[in-house]
């Protein structure tokens, strides 16, 4: 009962920061689709030193990481009482899989696939791009693997 309720909490607070940071589309347009964010940048609205594969992108992505561990591993370990290793692993790998795949399926491919308020200005007309599925079910699927790392820094938190 505790892992529902603690991923409910957690699907809400991720809508709350997705909500918070769609108010200007334009600022995480590197979650958009390629045709999108090429589109945003032929526009000169973003910074291409920011785009997928530049070393920013990563270092970014690599800090969030450790973060998102290390507030895993003190969430299952004070709050689901996991004290061993692979307990906080696997609990914390499949809270990150819940909020995950809850991002991809309503977030993703209900509310930003079919949102105007998503739709950055100057891309109006690329309609199918805002409504490929099939890019937000890769991105649930890449999720799945980098919560690995995540969920073993949580499961080391969890035993320090």
Same mark, same amino acid.
């Given at each position: 009962?505790?892992?529902?309720?603690?991923?409910?909490?957690?699907?809400?607070?991720?809508?709350?920061?997705?909500?918070?940071?769609?108010?200007?589309?334009?600022?995480?347009?590197?979650?958009?689709?390629?045709?999108?964010?090429?589109?945003?940048?032929?526009?000169?609205?973003?910074?291409?030193?920011?785009?997928?594969?530049?070393?920013?992108?990563?270092?970014?992505?690599?800090?969030?990481?450790? %973060?998102? !561990?290390? $507030?895993? =591993?003190? &969430?299952?370990?004070?709050?689901?009482?996991?004290?061993?290793?692979?307990?906080? #692993? +696997?609990?914390?790998?499949?809270?990150?899989?819940?909020?995950?795949?809850?991002?991809?399926?309503?977030?993703?491919?209900?509310?930003?696939?079919?949102?105007?308020?998503?739709?950055?200005?100057?891309?109006?007309?690329?309609?199918?791009?805002?409504?490929?599925?099939?890019?937000? %079910?890769? !991105?649930? $699927?890449? =999720?799945? &693997?980098?919560?690995?790392?995540?969920?073993?820094?949580?499961?080391?938190?969890? #035993? +320090?």
């Amino acid at each position: 009962m505790t892992f529902l309720i603690e991923s409910i909490i957690a699907c809400a607070v991720f809508t709350l920061f997705v909500f918070l940071m769609s108010r200007n589309p334009v600022k995480t347009v590197f979650n958009y689709p390629p045709a999108i964010i090429a589109r945003c940048e032929e526009l000169g609205l973003v910074d291409a030193g920011n785009r997928p594969g530049s070393a920013i992108f990563y270092a970014k992505k690599g800090f969030a990481m450790v %973060i998102f !561990g290390v $507030l895993l =591993g003190l &969430l299952v370990r004070y709050v689901n009482g996991c004290t061993t290793y692979w307990g906080g #692993v +696997l609990t914390a790998y499949a809270l990150w899989c819940v909020v995950n795949w809850f991002d991809a399926f309503v977030l993703d491919c209900i509310w930003f696939c079919h949102d105007k308020h998503f739709v950055i200005p100057g891309t109006e007309d690329m309609v199918a791009d805002y409504h490929d599925y099939w890019f937000h %079910i890769k !991105g649930g $699927l890449i =999720g799945m &693997l980098l919560a690995i790392p995540a969920a073993l820094i949580a499961g080391v938190v969890v #035993v +320090l």
